[in-house]
Protein backbone atom coordinates (compact mmCIF):
# COMPACT_ATOMS: atom_id res chain seq x y z
CA UNK A 1 0.00 0.00 0.00
CA UNK A 2 2.37 2.71 -1.30
CA UNK A 3 2.61 5.11 -4.20
CA UNK A 4 4.53 7.97 -5.14
CA UNK A 5 2.96 11.40 -6.68
CA UNK A 6 3.98 14.80 -8.10
CA UNK A 7 2.33 17.82 -8.36
CA UNK A 8 3.22 21.45 -9.68
CA UNK A 9 2.97 24.71 -7.53
CA UNK A 10 0.71 27.33 -7.92
CA UNK A 11 0.90 31.03 -9.13
CA UNK A 12 -2.27 32.76 -7.65
CA UNK A 13 -3.96 34.85 -10.14
CA UNK A 14 -7.23 35.85 -8.56
CA UNK A 15 -6.13 34.90 -5.22
CA UNK A 16 -8.41 33.29 -2.11
CA UNK A 17 -7.43 35.03 1.06
CA UNK A 18 -9.10 34.16 4.47
CA UNK A 19 -11.19 30.95 5.25
CA UNK A 20 -14.40 30.70 6.65
CA UNK A 21 -13.44 27.05 7.95
CA UNK A 22 -10.12 27.16 8.97
CA UNK A 23 -10.58 22.89 10.07
CA UNK A 24 -11.78 22.14 6.43
CA UNK A 25 -10.09 25.15 5.08
CA UNK A 26 -13.15 26.58 2.86
CA UNK A 27 -12.26 29.83 1.73
CA UNK A 28 -14.20 32.86 1.53
CA UNK A 29 -14.73 33.18 -1.71
CA UNK A 30 -13.60 31.16 -5.54
CA UNK A 31 -10.02 31.60 -6.66
CA UNK A 32 -8.40 30.93 -10.37
CA UNK A 33 -3.93 30.23 -9.90
CA UNK A 34 -1.81 28.69 -12.84
CA UNK A 35 0.47 25.70 -12.09
CA UNK A 36 4.04 26.22 -12.80
CA UNK A 37 6.55 23.74 -14.48
CA UNK A 38 8.83 22.04 -14.40
CA UNK A 39 9.12 22.86 -10.64
CA UNK A 40 7.49 20.53 -8.75
CA UNK A 41 6.80 18.28 -5.28
CA UNK A 42 7.53 14.50 -4.91
CA UNK A 43 5.52 12.73 -1.77
CA UNK A 44 5.81 9.05 -1.41
CA UNK A 45 2.72 7.75 1.22
CA UNK A 46 2.42 4.50 2.51
CA UNK A 47 -0.07 3.12 4.71
CA UNK A 48 2.06 0.98 7.06
CA UNK A 49 0.73 -1.47 9.52
CA UNK A 50 3.77 -1.85 11.60
CA UNK A 51 4.00 1.78 12.42
CA UNK A 52 3.42 2.62 15.65
CA UNK A 53 2.61 6.41 14.72
CA UNK A 54 2.08 8.60 11.83
CA UNK A 55 5.82 9.96 10.26
CA UNK A 56 6.27 12.99 8.20
CA UNK A 57 9.45 13.77 6.02
CA UNK A 58 9.88 17.06 4.29
CA UNK A 59 13.09 17.84 2.53
CA UNK A 60 15.00 15.42 4.97
CA UNK A 61 13.40 16.78 8.14
CA UNK A 62 10.55 15.47 10.51
CA UNK A 63 7.48 17.43 10.58
CA UNK A 64 5.28 18.01 13.32
CA UNK A 65 3.20 20.79 15.30
CA UNK A 66 0.97 22.78 12.95
CA UNK A 67 2.79 21.57 10.01
CA UNK A 68 2.08 17.62 11.31
CA UNK A 69 -1.63 18.88 12.11
CA UNK A 70 -1.93 19.85 8.46
CA UNK A 71 -0.43 16.77 6.97
CA UNK A 72 -2.84 14.77 9.04
CA UNK A 73 -5.76 16.19 7.97
CA UNK A 74 -5.26 14.69 4.85
CA UNK A 75 -4.33 11.62 5.81
CA UNK A 76 -7.02 11.23 8.41
CA UNK A 77 -9.65 11.94 5.50
CA UNK A 78 -8.12 9.60 3.50
CA UNK A 79 -8.25 6.89 5.96
CA UNK A 80 -12.07 8.05 6.58
CA UNK A 81 -12.94 7.36 2.91
CA UNK A 82 -10.65 3.84 2.72
CA UNK A 83 -12.13 2.51 5.90
CA UNK A 84 -8.33 2.38 7.39
CA UNK A 85 -6.57 2.41 10.78
CA UNK A 86 -2.60 1.88 9.68
CA UNK A 87 -0.26 4.38 10.02
CA UNK A 88 1.01 6.06 7.59
CA UNK A 89 4.67 7.52 6.32
CA UNK A 90 4.91 10.50 3.97
CA UNK A 91 7.97 11.92 2.64
CA UNK A 92 7.71 14.64 0.42
CA UNK A 93 10.63 16.48 -1.55
CA UNK A 94 10.32 20.01 -3.52
CA UNK A 95 12.63 21.00 -6.61
CA UNK A 96 12.49 24.45 -6.18
CA UNK A 97 12.92 27.26 -3.45
CA UNK A 98 10.21 27.20 -0.57
CA UNK A 99 8.21 29.19 2.14
CA UNK A 100 9.38 32.19 -0.33
CA UNK A 101 6.20 33.01 -2.19
CA UNK A 102 6.08 30.51 -4.93
CA UNK A 103 3.11 27.76 -3.64
CA UNK A 104 5.29 24.90 -2.19
CA UNK A 105 2.01 23.82 0.48
CA UNK A 106 -0.21 23.84 -3.02
CA UNK A 107 2.18 21.27 -4.54
CA UNK A 108 3.01 19.47 -1.51
CA UNK A 109 -0.55 18.71 -0.48
CA UNK A 110 -1.63 17.83 -3.95
CA UNK A 111 1.21 15.52 -4.20
CA UNK A 112 0.30 14.07 -0.51
CA UNK A 113 -3.29 13.97 -1.33
CA UNK A 114 -2.74 12.00 -4.97
CA UNK A 115 -0.02 9.34 -3.57
CA UNK A 116 -2.32 8.73 -0.31
CA UNK A 117 -5.46 8.34 -2.59
CA UNK A 118 -3.80 6.04 -4.94
CA UNK A 119 -1.75 3.95 -1.97
CA UNK A 120 -5.12 3.42 -0.10
CA UNK A 121 -6.67 1.93 -3.30
CA UNK A 122 -9.46 5.16 -3.84
CA UNK A 123 -10.52 5.26 -7.36
CA UNK A 124 -11.35 9.11 -6.96
CA UNK A 125 -11.70 11.90 -10.20
CA UNK A 126 -9.31 14.54 -10.00
CA UNK A 127 -11.50 17.55 -8.57
CA UNK A 128 -12.55 14.84 -6.02
CA UNK A 129 -9.13 14.19 -4.90
CA UNK A 130 -8.69 18.32 -4.80
CA UNK A 131 -11.55 18.32 -1.68
CA UNK A 132 -9.05 16.13 0.07
CA UNK A 133 -6.21 18.14 -1.08
CA UNK A 134 -7.85 21.19 0.57
CA UNK A 135 -7.99 20.13 4.10
CA UNK A 136 -4.22 20.60 4.13
CA UNK A 137 -3.84 24.08 1.70
CA UNK A 138 -6.87 25.49 0.09
CA UNK A 139 -3.83 26.39 -3.26
CA UNK A 140 -3.63 22.37 -3.11
CA UNK A 141 -6.82 21.68 -4.61
CA UNK A 142 -6.08 24.09 -7.52
CA UNK A 143 -2.84 21.90 -8.01
CA UNK A 144 -4.16 18.79 -8.06
CA UNK A 145 -6.32 20.06 -11.31
CA UNK A 146 -3.19 21.22 -12.82
CA UNK A 147 -2.73 23.95 -15.62
CA UNK A 148 -5.30 27.04 -15.29
CA UNK A 149 -7.92 26.02 -12.63
CA UNK A 150 -10.78 27.20 -10.29
CA UNK A 151 -11.57 26.89 -6.75
CA UNK A 152 -15.20 27.43 -6.48
CA UNK A 153 -16.04 28.30 -2.65
CA UNK A 154 -18.52 26.24 -0.79
CA UNK A 155 -19.64 24.78 2.55
CA UNK A 156 -18.86 20.82 1.95
CA UNK A 157 -16.67 18.66 -0.12
CA UNK A 158 -19.05 18.56 -3.46
CA UNK A 159 -19.38 22.27 -4.36
CA UNK A 160 -15.80 23.41 -2.61
CA UNK A 161 -13.57 21.72 -4.99
CA UNK A 162 -11.46 22.42 -7.96
CA UNK A 163 -11.73 22.47 -11.98
CA UNK A 164 -9.52 22.80 -14.43
CA UNK A 165 -10.08 25.69 -16.99
CA UNK A 166 -9.42 25.16 -20.75
CA UNK A 167 -7.47 28.13 -22.51
CA UNK A 168 -5.17 28.14 -25.53
CA UNK A 169 -3.09 30.54 -23.32
CA UNK A 170 -1.33 27.16 -22.00
CA UNK A 171 1.23 26.94 -24.46
CA UNK A 172 2.52 30.63 -24.71
CA UNK A 173 2.90 30.99 -21.09
CA UNK A 174 6.19 32.04 -19.70
CA UNK A 175 6.74 32.88 -15.97
CA UNK A 176 10.01 34.40 -14.99
CA UNK A 177 10.31 33.54 -11.15
CA UNK A 178 12.08 36.26 -9.70
CA UNK A 179 13.63 34.26 -6.58
CA UNK A 180 13.46 36.88 -3.67
CA UNK A 181 14.02 35.04 -0.11
CA UNK A 182 12.37 36.68 2.38
CA UNK A 183 10.16 34.28 5.31
CA UNK A 184 6.15 34.35 4.89
CA UNK A 185 3.51 33.68 7.38
CA UNK A 186 0.54 33.18 4.94
CA UNK A 187 -1.17 31.04 7.72
CA UNK A 188 -1.47 33.81 9.93
CA UNK A 189 -2.35 36.19 7.42
CA UNK A 190 -5.22 34.38 6.78
CA UNK A 191 -6.52 33.72 9.92
CA UNK A 192 -7.12 37.91 10.35
CA UNK A 193 -8.07 38.67 7.02
CA UNK A 194 -11.79 39.33 8.05
CA UNK A 195 -10.19 41.77 10.45
CA UNK A 196 -8.53 43.84 7.68
CA UNK A 197 -10.78 47.06 6.70
CA UNK A 198 -10.29 46.59 3.73
CA UNK A 199 -11.62 42.67 2.96
CA UNK A 200 -14.63 43.68 2.61
CA UNK A 201 -13.98 45.98 -0.58
CA UNK A 202 -11.92 43.17 -1.62
CA UNK A 203 -14.93 40.77 -1.25
CA UNK A 204 -17.53 43.47 -3.12
CA UNK A 205 -15.43 43.00 -6.13
CA UNK A 206 -13.29 39.43 -6.15
CA UNK A 207 -16.46 37.81 -7.61
CA UNK A 208 -16.27 39.80 -10.84
CA UNK A 209 -12.85 39.25 -11.20
CA UNK A 210 -13.55 35.75 -11.11
CA UNK A 211 -16.23 36.12 -13.84
CA UNK A 212 -13.26 38.25 -16.08
CA UNK A 213 -10.45 35.87 -15.45
CA UNK A 214 -12.55 32.95 -16.91
CA UNK A 215 -13.78 35.28 -20.00
CA UNK A 216 -10.06 36.46 -20.50
CA UNK A 217 -8.46 32.96 -20.46
CA UNK A 218 -11.28 31.33 -22.69
CA UNK A 219 -10.73 33.93 -25.16
CA UNK A 220 -6.55 33.91 -25.06
CA UNK A 221 -6.24 37.46 -23.69
CA UNK A 222 -3.19 37.78 -22.21
CA UNK A 223 -3.17 41.33 -21.54
CA UNK A 224 -6.53 41.05 -19.78
CA UNK A 225 -5.85 38.03 -18.01
CA UNK A 226 -2.32 38.80 -16.52
CA UNK A 227 -3.40 42.81 -15.92
CA UNK A 228 -6.08 41.05 -13.89
CA UNK A 229 -3.70 38.96 -11.83
CA UNK A 230 -1.37 42.03 -11.67
CA UNK A 231 -4.30 44.15 -9.88
CA UNK A 232 -5.32 41.46 -7.76
CA UNK A 233 -1.53 40.90 -6.46
CA UNK A 234 -1.85 44.88 -5.28
CA UNK A 235 -5.67 44.04 -3.97
CA UNK A 236 -4.33 41.18 -2.02
CA UNK A 237 -1.61 43.52 -0.37
CA UNK A 238 -3.42 46.06 0.43
CA UNK A 239 -5.62 43.63 2.60
CA UNK A 240 -2.79 42.16 4.34
CA UNK A 241 -0.66 44.73 5.21
CA UNK A 242 -3.75 46.44 6.95
CA UNK A 243 -4.86 43.32 8.72
CA UNK A 244 -3.89 43.83 12.84
CA UNK A 245 -0.65 42.56 12.43
CA UNK A 246 0.00 44.92 9.33
CA UNK A 247 1.92 42.09 7.41
CA UNK A 248 4.25 43.86 4.80
CA UNK A 249 5.90 41.41 2.69
CA UNK A 250 7.41 42.96 -0.08
CA UNK A 251 11.22 43.54 0.11
CA UNK A 252 13.27 46.30 -2.09
CA UNK A 253 13.94 43.97 -4.50
CA UNK A 254 10.03 43.18 -5.11
CA UNK A 255 9.33 47.00 -5.37
CA UNK A 256 12.72 46.99 -8.05
CA UNK A 257 11.44 43.96 -9.78
CA UNK A 258 7.33 45.98 -10.29
CA UNK A 259 9.66 48.70 -12.04
CA UNK A 260 11.41 47.01 -14.35
CA UNK A 261 7.92 45.04 -15.32
CA UNK A 262 6.36 48.50 -15.78
CA UNK A 263 9.43 49.91 -17.71
CA UNK A 264 9.72 47.25 -20.05
CA UNK A 265 6.06 47.07 -20.93
CA UNK A 266 5.45 50.96 -20.96
CA UNK A 267 8.82 51.73 -23.06
CA UNK A 268 9.35 51.62 -26.90
CA UNK A 269 9.27 47.63 -27.23
CA UNK A 270 5.93 47.53 -25.50
CA UNK A 271 6.63 44.22 -24.18
CA UNK A 272 3.57 42.55 -23.00
CA UNK A 273 4.80 41.80 -19.18
CA UNK A 274 3.29 42.04 -15.90
CA UNK A 275 4.57 40.90 -12.18
CA UNK A 276 2.21 39.00 -9.46
CA UNK A 277 2.93 38.08 -6.05
CA UNK A 278 0.81 35.81 -3.64
CA UNK A 279 2.15 36.52 0.26
CA UNK A 280 5.30 36.61 -0.05
CA UNK A 281 8.22 38.97 -1.62
CA UNK A 282 8.93 36.73 -4.89
CA UNK A 283 7.71 37.64 -7.85
CA UNK A 284 5.99 35.90 -10.89
CA UNK A 285 6.33 37.74 -14.10
CA UNK A 286 4.65 36.67 -16.82
CA UNK A 287 5.38 37.31 -20.28
CA UNK A 288 4.75 34.96 -23.48
CA UNK A 289 7.19 32.62 -25.27
CA UNK A 290 8.50 35.23 -27.89
CA UNK A 291 9.55 37.84 -24.82
CA UNK A 292 10.60 35.62 -22.35
CA UNK A 293 14.48 35.71 -23.02
CA UNK A 294 14.42 39.77 -23.15
CA UNK A 295 12.31 39.72 -19.66
CA UNK A 296 14.38 37.40 -17.89
CA UNK A 297 17.82 39.30 -18.89
CA UNK A 298 15.81 42.66 -17.49
CA UNK A 299 15.09 40.65 -14.08
CA UNK A 300 18.49 39.24 -13.80
CA UNK A 301 20.04 42.72 -14.38
CA UNK A 302 18.49 43.61 -10.88
CA UNK A 303 21.24 40.77 -9.63
CA UNK A 304 17.82 38.58 -8.47
CA UNK A 305 18.08 34.83 -8.74
CA UNK A 306 16.05 33.83 -11.91
CA UNK A 307 14.23 30.65 -13.00
CA UNK A 308 11.94 29.77 -16.14
CA UNK A 309 8.74 28.03 -15.42
CA UNK A 310 5.69 27.11 -18.12
CA UNK A 311 2.72 26.13 -17.42
CA UNK A 312 2.71 22.23 -15.69
CA UNK A 313 -0.84 20.18 -15.70
CA UNK A 314 -2.38 18.16 -13.06
CA UNK A 315 -1.40 16.27 -10.57
CA UNK A 316 0.05 12.65 -11.01
CA UNK A 317 0.78 9.01 -10.02
CA UNK A 318 4.20 8.34 -10.76
CA UNK A 319 5.84 5.36 -11.68
CA UNK A 320 7.34 2.81 -8.48
CA UNK A 321 11.32 3.24 -9.55
CA UNK A 322 10.61 7.00 -8.30
CA UNK A 323 9.92 6.42 -4.90
CA UNK A 324 11.27 8.39 -1.64
CA UNK A 325 11.79 5.04 0.22
Sequence with gaps: MKATAK?????????????????????????????TAPSHSRTTAAFDPDLASDVYV????????????????????????ADLEHRVRLESVNDFPTN???GSSSSGFAAAAVALCRAADLELSRPEISAIARRGSSSAARAVTGAFSHLRTGLDDVDCRSERIETALEGDLRIVAAEIPA?????EAHAEAAESHMFQARMAHVHGQIAEMRHALRERDFEAAFELAEHDSLSLAATTMTGPAGWVYWRPETLAVFDRVRELRDGD????????TDTGA???????????DRVEAAIAELGVETRVWEVGGPAQVLDEDEALF
Design 282 to 292: SVYVNTTAEHV
Design 183 to 187: FKHTE
Design 269 to 276: EGIPVYFS
Design 7 to 35: AHPIQGLVKYHGMRDEALRLPYHDSISVC
Design 58 to 81: VDGEPVDGRGAERIRAVVDQVREL
Design 100 to 102: IGF
